[in-house]
């Protein structure tokens, strides 16, 4: 990964953006990392301008225009254009999604765009007009949320672009579902559908609170797009409910919980299980240093905190500073001390440190 050396101290929403792009702009596919699931590559429908109601799977684009994704559009019969275009592509969900995580990469995109999957949208990258920021050199990579993908069926997958001058469209990159090889892998997986509010009330933490007037949300993934909150900066609580296997009950568990943007509290039957970043440390809003949002979360869970018998609910306090936000990154679930360790010394030549920090 690149890095980058600064001697002078900036805002953290400034901080963000830079990680953001260095982070984001250097997720080159290494085959000994990567593993494609789909390929994408190809022929895809195309139209030019702009209607919402291409997102929708249902839309009838039988019509449209083939171009080949990745490609400038101006070489592609359409020299000149700039402005707005839809991309439209279908594929089956593969095997591999019931024990990875998918993730959605689009190359590099000249300049903005939005990708929806089956409706619902699962990344963005830039800004589009009236404040238009490009997003030309970024490499598009959107954690593709389980719950959205069809077991029966077709998946549709539509891109929304939008370009500014010179060259357009999906230019160029690798285009496809992959997975990481070395995933963490859950013994009860949490992913799927979870409640979200946007509002602040540590009620929200409660084991006994209702929350069936909740909006239904797919974990993990950006909240942007929710409830029309696309650039929502702000605090919003997740919450969702497991029952333990009888196989975990003697085991020492550990929560996985991806990477969220930007900090949290997570809250097990109503009692703090840990936190990521300062809360509230100044001006009644969180701490936020800028590189929170690209971190693993991982918290051992005490074994007082769990019912065995019973439902549990799980609560999580998610404060957003900027741009993306929520639980958008996975995996989700429950993990043996031991699956953790095993994972944390293959992938990481600081194994040692893990096995210090869940020594119990």
């Known amino acids: 990964m690149n890095r980058v050396f600064c001697s002078v101290r900036l805002p953290a929403k400034v901080v963000k953006c830079l990680l953001a792009f260095v982070v984001t702009a250097s997720l080159p596919l290494r085959a000994e990392e990567w593993r494609e699931a789909v390929a994408l590559e190809g022929l895809w429908k195309f139209e030019i301008g702009d209607n919402p109601a291409y997102a929708d799977p249902s839309f009838d684009d039988s019509d449209w225009e083939q171009i080949r994704v990745p490609h400038e559009w101006e070489r592609q019969g359409f020299p000149g254009y700039d402005g707005y275009a ?16 998918l993730y ?12 929806y999957l089956n409706g619902r949208m699962i990344g963005y990258q830039g800004s589009f007009p009236p404040d238009y920021t490009t997003g030309y050199n970024i490499s598009r990579h959107y954690p593709v949320p389980p719950g959205l993908l069809r077991a029966e069926g077709e998946n549709v997958l539509a891109v929304r672009v939008y370009d500014d001058e010179i060259a357009g469209g999906i230019v160029h990159g690798d285009i496809g579902l992959f997975y990481a090889r070395d995933q963490l892998q859950v013994a009860l997986d949490l992913s799927g559908s979870w409640r979200l509010k946007f509002e602040d009330d540590l009620q929200f933490a409660r084991r006994d609170y209702e929350d069936s007037s909740w909006q239904q949300v797919f974990v993990p993934g950006i909240w942007d797009g929710y409830d029309g909150r696309k650039d929502y900066d702000g605090v ?69 905190m769990l019912l065995p018998g019973e439902e549990n609910v799980l609560a999580v306090r998610v404060y957003d500073a900027m741009l993306h936000g929520g639980i958008w990154d996975g995996p989700i679930g429950l993990v043996t001390r031991k699956q953790y360790l095993r994972w944390s010394e293959q992938r990481s030549p600081f194994g040692e440190i893990f096995q210090q920090l869940f020594k119990r």
Do not use: C, M
Not at 86 to 101: C, D, G, I, N, V
């Open 236 to 304: 919003g609580w997740y919450r969702t409910r497991f029952r333990l296997p009888e196989n975990l009950r003697k085991e020492k568990l550990i929560l996985a919980l991806g990477k969220i943007d930007d900090v949290e509290e997570v809250y097990l039957n109503g009692k703090l299980v840990g936190k990521t970043g300062t809360w509230f440390a100044r001006r009644g809003e969180p701490e936020i240093h800028g590189d929170e949002y690209n971190k693993q979360r991982a918290y051992f869970i005490s074994p007082e």
């Open 86 to 101: 839809w991309y439209r592509t279908s594929f089956r969900t593969p095997a591999e999604a019931k024990e990875y995580q």
């Open 104 to 115: 959605l990469l689009l190359g590099q995109i000249d300049d903005v765009d939005e990708a």
